[in-house]
């Protein structure tokens, strides 16, 4: 049993010194189990006790009345309780939210209820019981309760407890425990229904509530308020807590492996990972032994931990962030509490809190005011891949450099070695600065890399308003060719007798000239001035052996080099084969010996 399976999967654990601070903010929330706020413009934190009690802290202090007591319910006993709280888009008008407990017979309750006339007191009857759950055991019961980006309501259930499932409720599709349920309850308040895009919706043996399988206990999940992710921390059987990410572009229907799996080892011998969905990252017990999820930092207060995953263990009391780099998640010790950790919170600012059942309190958590980097952030402008390129735009990817969403970009050339407070140095100098931006929560600041640095690494560090960033060694590389493209994809081509883009609409003809626009292909004759445009007479012709293929035929260049009147962009000018196949075809571009990623371009 829990025999390793071989996957293919990279997570790098590191530990640095401690990162953030926390400060205590309420007292006496006896067995607090979630935090929230009402996302009503009013500032409230709602503090959820297991017993039944639910507290408001307002600008600081505790109102002295309990926002609602449902006592008479439910009682605290192991992980029975009230355990969840969710406020729907636009409290502010329905005056609708909605708790999940646990009932005197120890089953799960999913409750409607409503506020009175004063804003700090719900009508305790006024409770409407939407969906409940049948529980065969007293742990394992889930509990937390969110509205997802789409405006439904997301329920974590547990697989009904005792010890490794013996029910199999993880797997069982007619079974509401073990999943993530994903439930309309706002379209026609007081009751429930399906939506019609669940990904179960009219299979036969399948429970249409269902989102997700395959879990053991999530103890917090949250929605990425930048990204839209979602992010479920799942509590493991003896060995293994996990902590999985949904892509907000899934459509649901995920298996996360309980349980066959325990993490990403086999929890029943001879484990078939094939079909599911493997955690993207894990860790084992002791002295850790239970995770407790938190939320992807999105707040202003603590730049540098922005896009981190903040998340706990309630044993161990140490709190984590957790960040895809490149291909690989890497894990950060960010502090060792000592807490028994049972939640995190977030404010409508989007700033983080922590709840310690030790001694019944919140506490706020505060991060560095530094930017954050990463090796792997550092990337060529075009292709994204990883390393720098003398005379190439690139960019760094990084954290705490712009707080509010778009792009702040450079409007006079040269460019200058600051924009909006960002400035960037390599090897102690600073470069010039293309744009700093913020998109979908991604934090980046776009950069030339002079000509002439030597070396097979460069010291790069990102300063803000006199913040600066731990140093990183990046790689620098002669040559990294890569063509810029509109998605990703389709290689930006221009035709040459318009200048118009090439696309489906208006694809390149045989014989045709036209060229691209590329990053990285290194040095050149008549290099211009760092954050100065190329000049066309004398043109900046690219020292390395440029070629171009196109659905794998060579194609004719008549000019590799820096692009005239822009800075650190090169140009490739080229003839389309005389042969090539009508379509979408590859286009890869060549420097010495090294090839760039494949891109797309079509031809008639």
């Not at 709280?85 to 609708?96: I, K, M």
Request: net charge neutral; with cysteine.
């Amino acid at each position: 049993m829990n025999a390793r399976l071989a996957v293919t999967f990279c997570a790098a654990v590191l530990v640095s010194a401690q990162t953030i601070q926390v400060t205590p903010v309420a007292s006496g929330i006896a067995g607090p189990t979630d935090i929230q706020n009402a996302g009503d413009g009013s500032g409230r934190l709602f503090l959820v006790q297991q017993n039944g009690l639910i507290r408001i802290l307002r600008n600081g202090a505790l109102v002295t009345t309990p926002f609602l007591d449902i006592r008479s319910k439910t009682r605290a006993e192991g992980e029975r309780g009230l355990l969840g709280l969710a406020f729907p888009p636009g409290f502010a008008q329905s005056q609708r939210f909605y708790v999940n407990y646990t009932d005197l017979s120890g089953n799960t309750v999913i409750a409607q209820y409503r506020v009175s006339a004063n804003a700090d007191l719900a009508n305790a009857d006024s409770e409407i019981i939407l969906l409940p759950i049948n529980q065969p055991f007293a742990n394992h019961n889930g509990g937390q309760l969110r509205f997802g980006p789409d405006g439904y309501l997301y329920i974590g259930m547990g697989d009904g407890g005792s010890g490794g499932d013996p029910r199999g409720n993880g797997q069982n599709r007619q079974a509401l425990l073990g999943k993530m349920l994903r439930v309309d309850v706002e379209s026609d308040p007081g009751r429930v229904r399906i939506p019609p895009d669940n990904p179960f919706v009219n299979q036969s043996g399948t429970r249409g509530e269902i989102w997700a399988l395959g879990l053991r206990n999530p103890w917090r999940f949250t929605f990425d308020r930048a990204t839209q992710d979602l992010w479920i921390a799942d509590v493991g059987q003896d060995r293994y807590e996990e902590i999985n990410v949904q892509p907000a572009s899934s459509r649901g229907g995920e298996n996360y492996g309980w349980n066959p799996m325990e993490g990403l080892h086999c929890f029943v011998t001879g484990c078939n990972p094939a079909g599911l969905t493997l955690p993207v990252f894990e860790y084992p017990h002791n002295p850790e032994c239970s995770v407790t999820g938190g939320f992807v930092y999105r707040g202003r207060g603590s730049p540098g931990l922005r896009g981190l995953y903040l998340y706990g263990d309630l044993c161990s009391g140490k709190i984590w962030g957790l960040e895809r780099q490149g291909s690989n998640w890497v894990n950060r010790l960010l502090l060792s509490s000592g807490f028994s950790i049972t939640t995190f919170g977030e404010d409508e600012a989007g700033e983080m809190y922590v709840a310690h059942a030790g001694n019944s309190t919140v506490y706020r958590i505060s991060g560095s005011a530094a930017p954050r980097v990463t090796v792997a952030g550092a990337v060529n402008a075009a292709s994204f891949l990883p390393g720098l390129v003398s005379g190439s735009l690139a960019t760094q990817f990084a954290a705490g450099v712009r707080d509010d969403a778009g792009i702040l970009s450079a409007t006079t050339v040269p460019f200058a070695t600051s924009l909006g407070g960002v400035s960037i140095t390599l090897n102690g100098t600073a470069v010039p600065i293309r744009a700093v931006a913020n998109v979908n929560g991604q934090e980046q600041v776009n950069f030339q890399v002079p000509f002439g640095l030597t070396g097979n690494t460069v010291s790069l560090v990102v300063s803000r308003d006199g913040q600066s960033s731990a140093p990183i060694e990046v790689l620098l590389l002669d040559v990294q060719p890569g063509v810029y493209t509109t998605d990703g994809t389709q290689a930006i081509v221009v035709h040459n007798t318009d200048f118009t883009l090439a696309t489906a609409a208006r694809p390149l003809d045989r014989n045709e000239y036209a060229f691209a626009y590329a990053a990285g292909l290194g040095r050149v004759s008549n290099p211009p001035a760092a954050g100065n445009a190329a000049l066309a007479l004398p043109l900046s012709s690219a020292l390395a052996d440029v070629r171009v293929t196109i659905a794998g035929q060579p194609a004719e260049v008549q000019f590799a080099g820096l692009a005239p009147g822009f800075v650190g962009v090169y140009q490739v000018n080229f003839r389309v084969p005389a042969n090539v196949p009508s379509g979408s075809q590859t286009l890869v571009l060549s420097a010495g010996a090294v090839s760039g990623p494949e891109t797309r371009v079509a031809i008639r």
